[in-house]
Each structure stands twice: as structure tokens, then as C-alpha cells.
């Protein structure tokens, strides 16, 4: 059974830092590129950051890039993600996935096979 828990969301202030994790067991991950998705109030989920399998290469919503920063170690099969000058349109669910494929990095909801339940980012003005 797959499991993707995410921990780290939390209050802050406008131009404050939070580091996001995504715990994931189940199965071997090295094998599979991983993402953050984020859901606002009203809005449909979208794609924040997508890391390859080997953590080489990252991916990033222009909405982010410069200001978060996506990280990853397979020996913990665990994901970060560090996200520094927040503003309040960051306000958010966030949600760790894994994608259906091995080695493919996708950034759309359909091709992702498993989620976390997420953890709320609120940032205040």
C-alpha cells in the first residue's frame, strides 16, 4: 500500500519561509519522479514543482520559480520542498503525488496514480 504523508504547512507572515516534506512508503520510489500539487479555496489543483527520479532535475510552475526550491533523498524516500518569499496568493492546500510512470516527469493531475492528503499553507498580509 502506497502512502505519501505531508508535513511542514503552517501560519506565516508575508515574505516568510516554510520547508514542506513528503514521506512515502510503500514501494521504491527511485525509480519514479515525484511533485507537489496545491489546491487554493475555489480553485482547481494545479502544479507547483516536479522533481526527476534521480533528483537531477527539477521542474517549477512559473508561478514559484526563484522562490521555491524542490528537493528529494531516496535513501529516506522523502521529498522537500522549500518555499521561501511567500505571498498570501500562496495560500494553499499543498499535496505531494507520484506519477503513474517510472522516470517520466509529469505535471498534470491525470497522470498522477497517488496522492497525499495534503497540508494547509496560509499566508497572511
Known amino acids: 500500500q502506497v502512502q505519501l504523508v505531508e508535513s511542514g504547512g503552517g501560519l506565516v507572515q508575508a515574505g516568510g519561509s516554510l520547508r514542506l516534506s513528503c514521506a512515502a512508503s510503500?514501494?521504491?520510489?527511485?525509480?519514479?519522479?515525484m511533485d507537489w500539487f496545491r489546491q487554493a479555496p475555489g480553485k482547481e489543483r494545479e502544479f507547483v514543482a516536479a522533481?526527476?527520479?534521480?533528483?537531477?532535475?527539477?521542474y517549477y510552475a512559473d508561478a514559484v520559480k526563484g522562490r521555491f526550491t524542490i528537493s528529494r533523498d531516496n535513501v529516506k524516500n522523502t521529498m522537500y520542498m522549500q518555499m521561501n518569499s511567500l505571498k498570501p496568493e500562496d495560500t494553499a492546500v499543498y499535496y505531494c503525488?507520484?506519477?503513474?510512470?517510472?522516470?517520466?516527469?509529469?505535471?498534470?493531475?491525470?497522470?498522477?496514480?497517488?496522492w497525499g492528503k495534503g497540508t494547509l499553507v496560509t499566508v497572511s498580509s
Open positions: 503525488a507520484l506519477p503513474r510512470s517510472p522516470y517520466i516527469v509529469a505535471r498534470s493531475t491525470r497522470d498522477m496514480d497517488y
Open positions: 522533481i526527476s527520479w534521480s533528483g537531477g532535475r527539477p
Open positions: 510503500g514501494r521504491t520510489f527511485s525509480s519514479f519522479a
